[in-house]
C-alpha cells in the first residue's frame, strides 16, 4: 500500500509517501515540508492570507519532489490522502482541491482527513503502538488530550477553553520582545532564568475535569512584565523561567487527571502509553515534567521524532493508509468541502471559553 499524503492546514506546505507492505513495519518513502516561517514572522504570527498565496504557491512543486523522493510513481500509489480540516480554510481549500484534482487525473481515490487524526496515529507509523493509549496534543493551534480508542474512534477528553499553549508562548515572547516563533525563544531564555521569581497561576491546577486554560497565565505575565519595566535580559530569563515552570507544572497536573482516568477506563490495557505531538512537545522542561507524571502513573511516554510530531504530510498518509486498510474508503470524499472546525469526536461539545479560540479548536 502507498498512500500520497498532503497538508496544508496551517503554515507548513508538505507531502509525503508512505509506504505499508504486508506486516512489515510501515516506511516514510519520503517526507518534504517547506515551512513559511520566514514569511509570517514580520508579522508575529501566522497571517491567513499570506498562508494560501504561500501553499498556492508551492505545492506542485512539493508534491513533485515528494513523488521523487519516493521514486514512486502517480501510478503506483493506492490513494491520494489530504488535510480537509481543522485549519485556516484557505490553505485547505488548496491542499484538498490540489488532491482532489491529482486523485480524479490519476484515477485513485482520495481520503480526506481530519488533521488531528493524523496526529492522533502518527504513534502507530513511528512505534507501532497498539490502540488504546492517550495522546496530548500540545502546538500552536491545539492542546487537547484524547483518548485514541481506533482508526476514526477518538474521544476527547480535554481541550482549551482559551488560547492554545503554543500560542500562550508565542504571545508572551512577543510581550517580552523575543522573537517568532515565540516557543523556543522562550524556552532558550529561560535557561538563564530563575523559575522562583515570579509566583504566576497554575491555571486549572486541581479542576477535575483535565481541561486547560491559559489567558490567566499570559495576563499575569504582562503585569509582571509591566510592573518592573523597563526589563533586562535578566528580568526576561526570570520571566520565562517563571512562566515555563508554570505552564509545566499546570500540564502535569492536567495530564495526572487523565492517566487516572484512562487507568479507570481501560483497566485491561496491560502496559499504557502517553502519546505526545505538537511543536510545544519540544520543549525539554515540559517533556521532563511529562515524562515523569508517567512513570509515577506506570505510563509509558512515547514522544515521535520531532518532524513528525509538528505539521507534517507523513502522518496524513499513514492515517490515509490506516483509513483504507480499515476499509473506511469512499468515493463521498470526492465532494468533501473543507472544514475550518473539525473536532475528532463528535460526542464532546466544544467548549466556549472567555478568550479567543485559536483557528484550530
Ligand atoms: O505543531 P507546530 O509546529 O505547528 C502548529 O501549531 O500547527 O507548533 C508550533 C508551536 C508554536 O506555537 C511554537 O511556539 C511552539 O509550537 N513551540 C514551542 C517550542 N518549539 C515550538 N513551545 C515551547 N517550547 C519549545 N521548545
Ligand atoms: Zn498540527
Redesign the pocket.
Known amino acids: 500500500m502507498r498512500v500520497l499524503g498532503i497538508e496544508t492546514?496551517?503554515?507548513?506546505t508538505a507531502a509525503s509517501v508512505v509506504a505499508l507492505d504486508g506486516d512489515s513495519a510501515p516506511e516514510i518513502l519520503s517526507n518534504v515540508v517547506l515551512s513559511q516561517i520566514e514569511e509570517h514572522a514580520a508579522f508575529g504570527g501566522v497571517v491567513p492570507e499570506i498562508a494560501a498565496r504561500a501553499h498556492v504557491e508551492a505545492l506542485d512543486g512539493i508534491v513533485e519532489a515528494a513523488l521523487t523522493d519516493s521514486a514512486v510513481s502517480l501510478d503506483e500509489v493506492d490513494a491520494v490522502a489530504a488535510t480537509a480540516g481543522p485549519g485556516l480554510v484557505g490553505g485547505l481549500i488548496v491542499g484538498l482541491m490540489t488532491a482532489k484534482a491529482i486523485a480524479a487525473a490519476a484515477n485513485k481515490p482520495l481520503i480526506a482527513i481530519n488533521h488531528l487524526e493524523g496526529h492522533a496515529l502518527t504513534a502507530r507509523l513511528t512505534e507501532g503502538l497498539d490502540f488504546p493509549y492517550l495522546l496530548l496534543l500540545?502546538?500552536?493551534?491545539?492542546t487537547q488530550i484524547v483518548a485514541v480508542r481506533g482508526v476514526g474512534d477518538y474521544q476527547r477528553w480535554a481541550t482549551t477553553i482559551d488560547d492554545?499553549?503554543?500560542?500562550a508562548?508565542?504571545k508572551t515572547?512577543k510581550m517580552l520582545g523575543l522573537p517568532?516563533?515565540?516557543?523556543?525563544n522562550?524556552?532558550k531564555a529561560a535557561a538563564g532564568g530563575d523559575a522562583s521569581r515570579f509566583a504566576f497561576p497554575r491555571p486549572m491546577k486541581g479542576s477535575a475535569q483535565p481541561d486547560f486554560s491559559f489567558s490567566g497565565l499570559k495576563t499575569a505575565v504582562r503585569q509582571a512584565a509591566t510592573a518592573i519595566a523597563p526589563l533586562s535580559d535578566q528580568d526576561v530569563a526570570d520571566i520565562c523561567a517563571s512562566f515555563?515552570a508554570a505552564v509545566a507544572d499546570a500540564l502535569g497536573d492536567r495530564v495526572a487527571r487523565a492517566l487516572a482516568r484512562f487507568r479507570k477506563e481501560f483497566p485491561e490495557t496491560a502496559k499504557p502509553a502517553l502519546v505526545v505531538?505538537?511543536?510545544?512537545?519540544?520543549?525539554?522542561t515540559?517533556k521532563a515534567t511529562l515524562e515523569a507524571r508517567c512513570s509515577k502513573a506506570g505510563f509509558a511516554f512515547v514522544a515521535p521524532p520531532q518532524k513528525l510530531?509538528?505539521?507534517n504530510a507523513a502522518m496524513i498518509a499513514w492515517a490515509g493508509i490506516e483509513r483504507l486498510r480499515a476499509g473506511m474508503v469512499d468515493a463521498s470524499a470526492a465532494d468533501f468541502v473543507p472544514r475550518s472546525r473539525w473536532p475528532l469526536d463528535s460526542v464532546s461539545a466544544p467548549l466556549v471559553g472567555s478568550g479567543r479560540r485559536g483557528a484550530?479548536a
Open positions: 492546514s496551517c503554515d507548513e500540545v502546538s500552536g493551534g491545539h492554545a499553549l503554543g500560542e508562548f508565542d515572547a517568532y516563533p515565540g516557543g523556543p522562550v524556552e515555563q505531538a505538537g511543536g510545544v512537545a519540544a520543549n525539554r515540559i510530531c509538528t505539521d484550530k
